[in-house]
């Protein structure tokens, strides 16, 4: 199945996602029995919804360079501007892991660190593309998959560090491709009653928390930290809930609206909630110090700058290409 339009409740579960990121940084517990580990797997599994490879991997590699990597780079370099403005003028407020410019090879911790899943995204996606174009037979395809899916697995486990994230790469293939693989059944686009939708994301949701019970998961892409297959099947599970719960809910408007661009929540997000923070634990602004408002206050302001971004700087939030995409003749008839 080819998606070429948008589809109003794959933009609902990007909105849930995303908030339920902003929530967690803001320190709000959203840690749902069985919904835990769903964040980060969910957004995988959208991406490879989309996939295709636009005639060439080339053709694929400028069309990622212009949609993940260049707002990834815009977004690293603003924040450590800030970075060293805040380090030569106010330290005390620059309470970061994050060590300079250079963290991108030598640290996980970058100082806008949401922006360390679209590096992630990057370079998943070009490898399952990779995979894609030159590997003709689907067994063939399977095999490498689940390979470099056990070695990215096996980095982490090993606690091996790995720059620019190519390890968490290698162990969200199986998320990707699941989003792939999806996309190549009925099962999402099939037209039926909504509560038909819900009631398979009420079930699915059941098993998610009994798994969540009754095994020991761990994920944690972030630190490559990711349990056994326990885990992955937690998460599998998980998706396809809050997956099918959007469908049967299909639009709410803010939340649809903030996952339509949640590439600019997630770069945006961090930069608004941090100072945030400071000045919410003013004295005279105690009675406003705790992480609902903060969660609140940073989820109205990132939506503010939505519209901004995309009028003043759309190459640089996916919604204009910076570079040009090369086209195929495969592409032309697709």
Wanted: glycine fraction near 4%; proline fraction near 4%; charge should be positive.
């Amino acid at each position: 199945m080819e998606l070429k339009q948008r589809i109003e409740f794959i933009d609902l579960a990007k909105g849930i996602c995303v908030i339920l990121v902003v929530l967690g940084h803001c320190g709000v517990s959203n840690d749902i029995p069985g919904w835990e580990i769903v964040r980060m797997p969910l957004y995988f599994v959208l991406s490879g919804l989309f996939f295709k490879t636009y005639g060439s991997w080339f053709s694929f590699f400028v069309r990622k360079v212009n949609k993940i990597l260049v707002p990834f780079l815009f977004f690293y370099l603003i924040s450590y501007i800030l970075f060293y403005f805040l380090q030569s003028f106010y330290p005390s407020l620059l309470i970061t892991l994050a060590k300079g410019v250079l963290d991108l090879f030598d640290n996980r911790h970058y100082f806008n660190g949401p922006t360390w899943f679209l590096l992630a995204l990057f370079w998943c996606s070009l490898i399952f593309c990779a995979i894609m174009v030159y590997l003709k037979k689907e067994w063939q395809r399977l095999l490498t998959l689940t390979l470099l899916s056990l070695f990215g697995w096996y980095l982490g486990y090993k606690d091996i560090f790995v720059p620019l994230f190519l390890d968490v790469a290698l162990t969200t293939l199986p998320f990707y491709a699941m989003g792939y693989y999806l996309k190549k059944t009925p099962i999402l686009f099939s037209k039926q009653p909504w509560y038909i939708d819900l009631c398979i994301a009420v079930l699915l949701w059941g098993i998610s928390f009994l798994l969540s019970k009754y095994t020991n998961y761990m994920m944690a892409f972030h630190y490559n930290n990711v349990g056994g297959i326990e885990s992955y099947l937690l998460a599998a599970v998980s998706v396809m809930s809050i997956i099918f719960l959007s469908k049967a809910i299909n639009y709410i408007p803010f939340v649809s609206y903030l996952g339509r661009y949640s590439i600019i929540v997630l770069c945006i997000h961090h930069m608004v909630y941090r100072p945030l923070k400071v000045i919410l634990a003013l004295p005279q602004l105690e009675w406003a110090n705790n992480v609902y408002i903060l969660a609140i206050l940073t989820l109205l302001i990132t939506a503010a700058f939505i519209p901004l971004c995309i009028r003043l700087i759309p190459w640089f939030v996916a919604q204009k290409d910076l570079f040009k995409v090369p086209t195929t003749k495969q592409h032309m008839h697709s």
